[in-house]
């Protein structure tokens, strides 16, 4: 069956550092990957997208890589913030059908001073 | 420009009531759709709408009827609540393989 898993744990790191979140799926050909930011009580908000023929990408302090042989996406965050504290979930589309998007979990990320 | 719009925010229900959660949209987005997120369980789609008069089922549709008769709006609609429906409800709009754009939710309790 399809399975999208993000580490359910939370990552807590100090306040400068590289964040590192993981995205690894399972039984999908997906056409794009994205990643979005949460907050509590908050709906989730695009940060980035990568499609499938995309190693990186790149936005201001993030960067995503896809990687389709392994099957896994890689959110990083360089010179993390307290303010960048929130709940980042991957999200997986596919084309036609209405590019419905599967997500994952997600991983809550505190970043401390 | 307001995005997208969700009411309302709360809603308490009795076992057995219906109601109508509202979506309403400004960016002319084509695809919407609407989403259940539960603790551990992630966004799970209900349903999807890639234009006005064309709806589909998402992975968990039972107990959830929708329609779309504008481009703007996107109502969904709990025919006779339980409390496994219990959830915090999303909609969202979004271009062809970009950006969804999400509601701020809306939280469901049914007793």
């Known amino acids: 069956s399809q399975k999208i898993e993000q580490n359910s744990e939370a990552l807590n790191i100090q306040e400068g550092k590289t964040a590192t979140l993981t995205c690894n799926y399972t039984?999908?050909?997906?056409?794009?990957l994205q990643w979005y930011r949460q907050d509590p009580g908050r709906g989730p908000v695009f940060l980035l997208l990568i499609r499938e023929n995309e190693k990186e990408k790149r936005k201001e302090r993030l960067k995503v890589t896809f990687d389709t042989t392994l099957k896994q996406s890689l959110f990083h965050i360089t010179a993390s913030q307290p303010a960048d504290s929130a709940t980042y979930l991957c999200a997986l589309g596919v084309t036609g059908g209405g590019n419905k998007l599967t997500f994952g979990t997600g991983t809550q990320l505190k970043v401390e001073l | 420009n307001a995005g997208v719009t969700q009411t309302p925010k709360f809603q308490v229900l009795k076992t057995g009531q219906s109601m109508t959660l509202q979506c309403a949209q400004d960016?002319?987005?084509?695809?919407m759709s609407w989403y259940r997120q539960d603790p551990g369980m992630g966004l799970r789609l209900i349903h999807y709408s890639v234009g006005a008069g064309i709806t589909d089922q998402g992975e968990v549709p039972n107990g959830y009827n929708v329609s779309r008769s504008t481009t703007e709006d996107f109502p969904l609609r709990l025919l006779s609540a339980a409390p496994s429906q219990t959830s915090v409800y999303f909609c969202?709009?979004?271009?062809?393989?970009?950006?969804?754009?999400f509601g701020q939710g809306t939280r469901l309790t049914v007793v």
């Open positions: 039984n999908y050909s997906p056409a794009y």
């Open positions: 960016m002319n987005h084509e695809y």
């Open positions: 969202a709009s979004y271009l062809r393989a970009g950006e969804a754009f």
